[in-house]
């Protein structure tokens, strides 16, 4: 059973950087995709980027070239570095297969003020 734990939002300042932390049990990363994806209130939950299992990265257009995404195979964690923040980034960030195939974490909440 595949366990998924996000931390290391918080509340930052619009132009800020934060850098989220996914945990992974269950799987190993070298032969798995991961997803960020986020949700924003009132809003659906949407694809941030994923990094696959060659270490290849893929973006949506609205965080390209400000959002990383990296991993460690040996501690079997996925990062997100998040730079240049606006307020449109505020959601709660999740990680997941590309698929959506596993049960969620809690997510970690990202508040980016004005």
């Known amino acids: 059973q595949v366990q998924l734990v996000e931390s290391g939002g918080g509340l930052v300042q619009a132009g800020g950087s934060l850098r989220l932390s996914c945990q992974v049990a269950?799987?190993?990363?070298?032969?798995?995709?991961i997803s960020w994806f986020r949700q924003a209130p009132g809003k659906q939950r949407e694809l941030v980027g994923t990094?696959?299992?060659?270490?290849?990265?893929k973006y949506a257009d609205s965080v390209k070239g400000r959002f990383t995404i990296s991993k460690d195979n040996a501690k079997v964690t996925v990062y997100l570095q998040m730079s240049s923040l606006k307020p449109e980034d505020t959601a709660v960030y999740y990680c997941?297969?590309?698929?959506?195939?596993?049960?969620w974490g809690q997510g970690t909440q990202v508040t980016v003020s004005s």
């Open positions: 269950g799987l190993s990363l070298s032969i798995n995709a």
């Open positions: 990094i696959y299992r060659d270490g290849g990265t």
């Open positions: 997941n297969s590309p698929l959506r195939i596993w049960d």
